[in-house]
Nanobody, 125 residues
């Protein structure tokens, strides 16, 4: 079983930048993908932000963050990053990383097997 530990996040003014990290312990990330999601309010469905494929070969981003966010990975550190630039107040949310072991749409949160603890990002106007 893999455990995901997140770090980063915090408060920033609009236009600022933050970087989130997601480190796997217990074993390496699964072979399929690591996704990033965010939840703007408790009870809301977690919104897909993006994903990095197995082997950290390819990255994918939701249209809402394309051009502002990037995803990268460091296999030696067993860590995936979410770099967020030009942040907007609507990016305010709790951000989660998640690991999946099976093939399927990256954007479906219900198909991910392991989740990080979440980290708060607050963007003020």
């Amino acid at each position: 079983q893999v455990q995901l530990l997140q770090s980063g996040g915090g408060s920033v003014q609009a236009g600022g930048s933050l970087r989130l990290s997601c480190t796997a312990s217990g074993r390496t990330f699964s072979s399929y993908a690591v996704g990033w999601f965010r939840q703007g309010a408790p009870g809301k469905v977690r919104e897909y932000v993006g994903a990095i494929s197995g082997g950290m070969v390819s990255t994918f981003l939701a249209d809402s963050v394309k051009g502002r966010f990037t995803i990268s990975g460091d296999s030696a550190k067993n860590t995936v990053y979410l770099q967020m630039n030009n942040l907007k107040p609507e990016d305010t949310a709790v951000y989660y990383c998640a690991d999946r072991t099976m093939a399927g749409p990256y954007s479906n949160p219900y198909e991910y097997d392991y989740w990080g603890q979440g980290t708060q990002v607050f963007v003020s106007s």
